[in-house]
């Protein structure tokens, strides 16, 4: 038997409940994992209330993308892993095929990576949805260049801090926005070159300043709704506008720059990292890895609730609050 944390139909935090089940050995490529520590996602709240880009198999569905832990036993077929293994998961599976919310959990190995030495499983667990989602973005996607400058909305996210480290890794200048000035200090320490708070500046004044007039080559954007409009105009001429977030759930206005030149307009979404294609996911991983080894990529994490305080976690999650990623941890 499993602590797992389940939900019988949509709705708020409220809906989640914790529950004994039966969890049952691992299947062909599977593992079964002790959970130590479990990183909430933006994706599990809007999966929870039916806004997700997938929906819940209900009554019962499990949720969550992401978790660090020890390898228990390892089903047929699966090679690289061992009972005792330190690992974390990367999100290459759906929610309504697994689940990472609870004390132990059965995975498919393709989503397991090892966790090197010294990364803690609360670290671990607050890895790799943003990295890959970061790495993505900027590089596979973006295909960012030393000096680029880079526009980051919600940089407070877990994935535009991800994004911050990313950009500063590569040598490209971060350009980060907040809503309000309260989390300024915070972005400008955290690595951000330049934070602009929309509600209190001019995001296209201030982008041309940082940007000799020119504007960003790539902006990352989970916000969307109406300000997309304004987000296109501080992309420079040839640059890009990666949309990965609907944080705003008011329509997207088709973007149009005010001089008509050739600026891409793209979604983004972190399975064409992790799940579409196997060299991508290959260069990610290797890419993350070294980061944290390297400590040039280091998770943010905002707070850790114990996983029987599931919904006041999911609360926090989704009061916008937070700096960085929100963790369960979970007591054996
Ligand atoms: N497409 C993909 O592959 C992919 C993958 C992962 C995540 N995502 C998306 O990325 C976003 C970040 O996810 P996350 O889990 O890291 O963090 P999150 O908890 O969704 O992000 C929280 C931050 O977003 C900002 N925010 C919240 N509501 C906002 C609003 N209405 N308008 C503007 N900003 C708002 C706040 O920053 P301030 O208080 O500083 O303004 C807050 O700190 C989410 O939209 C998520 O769905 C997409």
Do not use: C
Not at 54 to 69: F, I, K, N
Not at 164 to 173: E, T, Y
């Amino acid at each position: 038997m499993a602590k797992a944390v389940l939900f019988d139909e949509l709705g708020g935090p409220e809906v989640l409940r914790l529950d004994e089940v039966a969890l049952g050995e691992p299947g062909k490529g599977e593992v079964r994992m002790r959970v130590d520590a479990i990183g909430l996602n933006r994706a599990e709240s809007l999966f929870r209330s039916g806004s997700y880009i997938y929906q819940p198999d209900l009554p019962g569905s499990r949720l969550g993308y992401e978790a660090a832990g020890v390898v228990e036993a390892v089903g047929d077929g699966v090679h690289g892993f061992a009972a005792g293994d330190a690992v974390s998961t990367v999100p290459s599976f759906r929610m309504t095929e697994y689940g990472t919310y609870g004390d132990a959990a059965v995975l498919p190995a393709r989503a397991l990576v090892g966790r090197p030495d010294g990364v803690d499983a609360v670290t671990g667990a607050a890895t790799w949805m943003a990295y890959t989602t970061a790495y993505g973005l900027l590089v596979e996607v973006g295909g960012i260049d030393p000096g680029d400058v880079v526009l980051i909305t919600a940089a407070s996210s877990s994935v535009g801090l991800a994004a911050i480290q990313v950009a500063n890794h590569l040598g490209a200048v971060p350009v980060a926005t907040t809503r309000t000035g309260a989390k300024r200090r915070r972005l400008l320490e955290a690595g951000a070159a330049h934070v602009i708070a929309t509600q209190e500046q001019d995001l296209v004044e201030e982008v041309r300043a940082v940007t000799g007039g020119r504007g960003v080559e790539l902006a990352v954007d989970p916000v969307a709704g109406p300000g997309v409009n304004t987000l296109i105009q501080a992309v420079a001429p040839d640059g890009a506008l990666l949309l990965y977030g609907f944080l705003d759930p008011a329509p997207v206005p088709m973007p149009i720059a005010p001089d008509f030149r050739g600026r891409t307009v793209r979604t983004y979404l972190f399975e064409e990292i992790t799940v579409d294609s196997e060299p991508r996911l290959r260069r990610a991983k290797h890419f993350i890895d070294a980061g944290l080894r390297a400590g040039s990529l280091a998770p943010v994490v905002d707070r850790a609730f114990d996983l029987a305080e599931v919904v006041e976690a999911h609360h926090h999650l989704e009061s916008g609050a937070q700096f960085g990623k929100i963790v369960l941890t979970v007591r054996h």
